[in-house]
Nanobody, 125 residues
Framework: QVQLVESGGGLVQAGGSLRLSCAASGNIFSINVMGWYRQAPGKQRELVASMTSSSTTNYLDSVKGRFTVSRDFAKNTVYLQMNSLKVEDTAVYYC???????????????????WGQGTQITVSS
């Protein structure tokens, strides 16, 4: 089993900054992609940013130049640095990991995707 635990988030004024962290633990053989989705009330969940194991990044157009995704590969952790926050960035943010799980004998077992518990980001005007 694998767990993703998020930290960070909260309330910030428009123009401010926040940093999210998400650590993956458990029976992990390797992680291909880690990243962040968000879901605002009444809207579909959307991909905000992601980073592959080769450090290739992908961003939602509306956050380019303001958000930065990074990973600490040794710690199986992904970060999201959010600057110049806007009211429209208000949402619940979920981290995710697309990974290969590991057997009890340290062999690769299956490809899975796991989600964090979600953290609320509220940007006030």
């Amino acid at each position: 089993q694998v767990q993703l635990v998020e930290s960070g988030g909260g309330l910030v004024q428009a123009g401010g900054s926040l940093r999210l962290s998400c650590a993956a633990s458990g029976n992990i053989f390797s992680i291909n992609v880690m990243g962040w989705y968000r879901q605002a009330p009444g809207k579909q969940r959307e991909l905000v940013a992601s980073m592959t194991s080769s450090s290739t990044t992908n961003y939602l157009d509306s956050v380019k130049g303001r958000f930065t995704v990074s990973r600490d590969f040794a710690k199986n952790t992904v970060y999201l640095q959010m600057n110049s926050l806007k009211v429209e960035d208000t949402a619940v943010y979920y981290c995710y990991a697309h990974l290969m799980e590991m057997t009890t004998t340290f062999m690769p077992s299956k490809v899975s995707q796991y989600w964090g518990q979600g953290t609320q980001i509220t940007v006030s005007s």
